[in-house]
């Protein structure tokens, strides 16, 4: 769970808003969970990663001994 958050505004037509506020609460979720879950599936879909405010940062990957060759 993310502890912090930040806001993004964003325009959109009236009437897709309306539909797409309908459609959340047909599905019994928030528009602002709708777009948070799309944003995960986007970065996702990327290869993006990120570190959600709350979590600690990964360790960073042990560094394996330099051999001579």
Do not use: N, W
Request: aromatic share 4%.
């Amino acid at each position: 769970m993310e502890l912090k958050t930040a806001r993004l505004t964003l325009l959109i037509d009236p009437a897709k808003k309306t539909a797409f506020e309908a459609l959340c609460a047909q599905q019994d979720k928030t528009p602002s969970q709708v777009v948070r879950q799309l944003i995960r599936d986007y970065l996702a879909a990327h290869g993006v990663s990120y570190v959600p405010s709350g979590q600690p940062p990964a360790a960073p990957a042990a560094k394996r001994p330099r051999t001579k060759r």
